[in-house]
C-alpha cells in the first residue's frame, strides 16, 4: 500500500516515519492515522526493523485530531464508529518506538507522542491538550497517560486551561527522555534508534513490554513479571551470545532469536 499522509524510509534496521500533512500541521485525519498504523504494524513484524522513529516537521510533530473533519461528527458516529479505537494496535506494536518531536505536539498529536516509547524533543517542542478550548477533552489517552507521565496537578492544570508546556519543562517533569537543539533532533533521534535496533530484538521487546507493566499494575505483580520474564530470556540465543560477548571481550553478534 502507498502512503500519501506519511513518508517512510528504512535506514538498516530502523524504519523512520515522517507524519507529512504539512498544510494542517499533520493534524490527524482518518487516513493519517490509518497509514501510520499500517506503518508501524507492518514493521512490527519485519524481523529487519529493530526500531521506529516517528516524527513530524519542523513546525509541528502533529497540532491534534483534524478539527475540519471531527467539527460535524454526531454522537451516533463517533461512538459507532469506535473513533480512535484503532490506536489500541499502535499501542499493541511490540517494537520499540521512538518520538522525535519538534514544533506543536498538541491534543492527539501530545497523545501520539505519549503512545511511543521514548520522547526525544527538540528545544522548539510545545506539549498541550488544548481540546478544552473546542468544547471537548483529549480522546487519544491524554487525560490517563499524562497524569502518569508528569502527575495530577501539571496534567489537570494542563488540560482544564490549554496551556502549553514548553520542552524545558516538559523535560523537568519527565514527559521527554532529553531536549536536543532542533538542527539535531532527526539526527541523534536516528542515532538512539539505532542502539536500539542494534540490540536483540526480542529482548528489547519483552523489555519494553516489562517497562510498560510499570503503568499497568502494582509493583509486586510487576516485579514478578519482570522475574518470569529475566528468567525466560535464558531460553534465547541472544542470551547466551551476549554474555559470552562479554565474557571474550568482544562486541556481541545478535541473532534475535
Ligand atoms: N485540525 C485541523 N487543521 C488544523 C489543526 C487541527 N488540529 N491545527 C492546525 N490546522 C490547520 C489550520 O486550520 C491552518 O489551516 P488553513 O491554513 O487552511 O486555515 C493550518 O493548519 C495552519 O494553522 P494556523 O494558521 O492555525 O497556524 P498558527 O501558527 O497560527 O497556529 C497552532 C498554530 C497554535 C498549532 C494552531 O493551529 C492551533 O491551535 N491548532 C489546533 C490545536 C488543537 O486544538 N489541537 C487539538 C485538536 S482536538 C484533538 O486533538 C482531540 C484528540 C482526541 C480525539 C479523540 C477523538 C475521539
Not at 200 to 214: G, H
Request: contains cysteine; aromatic residues 6%.
Amino acid at each position: 500500500m502507498g502512503f500519501e499522509t506519511i513518508l517512510t524510509d528504512t535506514r538498516g534496521r530502523v524504519l523512520l516515519v515522517t507524519l507529512n500533512r504539512p498544510q494542517a500541521l499533520n493534524a490527524i485525519n482518518r487516513q493519517l492515522a490509518t497509514e501510520v498504523i499500517e506503518a508501524v504494524t507492518r514493521a512490527d513484524t519485519d524481523p529487519g526493523i529493530g526500531c521506529i522513529v516517528l516524527t513530524g516537521s519542523p513546525r509541528a510533530f502533529a497540532a491534534g485530531a483534524d478539527i475540519k473533519e471531527m467539527q460535524a461528527a454526531t454522537y451516533a458516529e463517533m461512538y459507532g464508529g469506535d473513533h480512535f479505537a484503532a490506536w489500541d494496535r499502535f499501542i499493541a506494536v511490540r517494537t520499540p518506538i521512538l518520538a522525535a518531536v519538534a514544533g506543536y505536539a498538541l491534543g492527539g498529536g501530545c497523545e501520539l507522542a505519549m503512545m511511543c516509547d521514548v520522547i526525544l524533543a527538540a528545544d522548539t517542542a510545545m506539549f498541550g491538550q488544548p481540546e478544552i478550548k473546542l468544547g471537548v477533552m483529549p480522546g487519544m489517552g491524554g487525560s490517563q497517560r499524562l497524569a502518569r507521565f508528569v502527575g495530577k496537578a501539571k496534567a489537570m492544570e494542563m488540560c482544564l486551561t490549554g496551556r502549553m508546556m514548553d520542552a524545558g519543562e516538559a523535560e523537568r517533569a519527565g514527559l521527554v527522555s532529553r531536549v536536543i537543539p532542533a538542527d539535531q533532533l532527526l539526527d541523534e533521534a536516528l542515532k538512539t534508534a539505532e542502539t536500539i535496533a542494534s540490540m536483540s530484538l526480542p529482548i528489547a521487546m519483552m523489555t519494553k513490554e516489562a517497562v510498560n507493566r510499570a503503568y499497568e499494575t502494582t509493583l509486586t505483580e510487576g516485579v514478578r513479571f519482570e522475574r518470569r520474564v529475566f528468567h525466560a530470556m535464558f531460553a534465547t540465543e541472544d542470551q547466551k551470545e551476549g554474555m559470552a560477548a562479554f565474557v571474550e571481550k568482544r562486541p556481541p553478534r545478535f541473532s534475535h532469536r
